[in-house]
């Protein structure tokens, strides 16, 4: 994982997550007898893991493990240059020493990540303990590792296959964070097991995967099974992941989650990106590289079949949109734009940055897809989250089973429609060129390509449909655009006098038949004092 990767978690996770830490390397202390005991292998199965989540969730919550108040002091102050020092060393990975085409390397405990986490290897149905031993890492000579206890634990885990050993496919580290990647082999947005009271005024709360078990794959394997315990005060869950690298990361999830007490916002299936700035919102453009984010758009589509695309904003204030819905079909964060020049950034590769695409395995019923998107004036924060939150809230005391599946990368896994999809979003002043312009108006600039509309006659007469929740709409028109072999259409909205934001509705239609995808987009007008034209 990149630096700044390292970076956005960590800050993430030291604003708001609760301290535990780990028992000092002088307190840890276990006899000959219990070090055995717990080096033995126990039987393992999914359906244990979530009766040992149903137990768990039955009890008060416990932030950690009893004793533990603070990292080794050989860890506790350690800079940025000291952790990054800290590297696992290949020939200990797991898996290296048999015939597997996968091995798992782990991350140190440190800075940031301050939280122990248990892993255990799963073989022929029975886990075994994977203890820290500091000779599997190496490190600069002012970090100090020779006393560090053998139930350190570890921060997490990356995945590692056959193709080329020295690059990570996944990653699993911080909270319930997860990343892949997909052909490029550049990480970008991130998934969490769940997310509790995202984009409400107060604090939000982080769930932990507390322990991994791993399930040794076999010679032949293309694909890893992954479990996980998942606890925070108000859930307990088990997880079952299943890894399947190729051109296209995918992952098909299975989620039983047990509520503790009621939660006012759940979210399924989030999904943590950063949009700083981009062709539609240059608020922040105050960088030398035309467009920085990690993903562009939210698509949607939904139960009964249409297809939706938001761009992203850098808002300059939270900003929450709902997107009601049954039994969706399936929603991501999308990076569309595969540009090198729109972008410029030749050391972190925005245009490689891999796109992120939820679909469920079950009906997951009434609800909506929220986006909640947040001021940043940094591309090391993350600023937008998006995820599932279900009408029926999870009851406490129940079992909650859902299913499924994420696919990370640059490769659409949505089937092939004939729908044109969007290409860019542009917004600027409105009004006609050469005429004085006598009040407040925003330009609209919404490309368009694919589809049917490489078929279209070039006198088609293709209207470009748009609605408005508040204000009003002029210069409505769609004209073709032969530098993408695709469609323009432009408008001009002119807001009313409040700062409320404005839900815009756009696509383009021949006669009856629709040609694009639906154009959704919030705007929020300056204030009237602040409107020039």
Known sequence: MDRRTLIKVGLMLGASLPFVGIRAATTASRTAEQGRQENQGKPFSYDWLCHHARALAARAYQPGPSGHATLPEALENLTWDDYQSIRFRPEQALWRDTPSPFQVQFFHLGLYFRKPVRFFEVSDGVATPLLYHADQFEHGESVQTDNLPEDL?????????HHDFSRDLAAFLG????????????????ARGLAIDTGLPRD??????????????????????????????????????????????????????????????????????MYQTGENDRRKANDWRPEIHDSDGLALWTGTGERLWRPLVNPRALQVSHFRDENPRGFGLMQRDRDFDHYQDDGVFYERRPSLWVEPLDPWGAGEV???????????????VAFWHPDQPLKPGNEHRLDYRLTWGENHPQPVTELATTRATRTGIGGVVGQPRTRFSRRFAVDFAGGQLTMLAADADVEAVVSASRG??????????????????????????????????????????????????????????????
């Open 472 to 533: 009003s709409l002029e210069l409505v028109s769609a004209r073709p655009l032969h530098a993408i072999n695709g469609y323009r259409a432009l408008f001009d909205l002119v807001p009313d006098d409040t700062t409320d934001p404005v839900e815009l509705r756009l696509f383009l239609r021949l006669g009856d038949q629709a040609l694009t995808e639906t154009w959704l987009y919030q705007y929020s007008p300056p204030p009237p004092a602040d409107r020039t034209f």
């Open 175 to 190: 909270a319930s964070y997860f990343r892949a990647v997909g052909e490029s082999r550049q990480y970008g947005l991130s």
């Open 204 to 273: 939000e709360e982080f769930p932990d995967f507390t322990a991994f078990w791993l399930e040794a794959p076999g010679p032949d394997a293309t694909e890893v099974m992954v479990y996980a315990l998942l606890d925070s005060p108000s859930v307990a869950g088990a997880y079952r992941f299943r890894l399947q690298p190729g051109k296209n990361m995918v992952m098909d999830i299975s989620a039983t989650l047990y509520p503790r007490k009621t939660i006012e916002r759940i979210g399924i299936a989030p999904l943590t990106s």
């Open 153 to 161: 634990g570890y921060a997490g885990f990356r995945l590692h296959a």
């Open 370 to 384: 929220m986006l909640v998107e947040i001021p940043t004036e940094d591309e090391t924060f993350d600023n937008i």
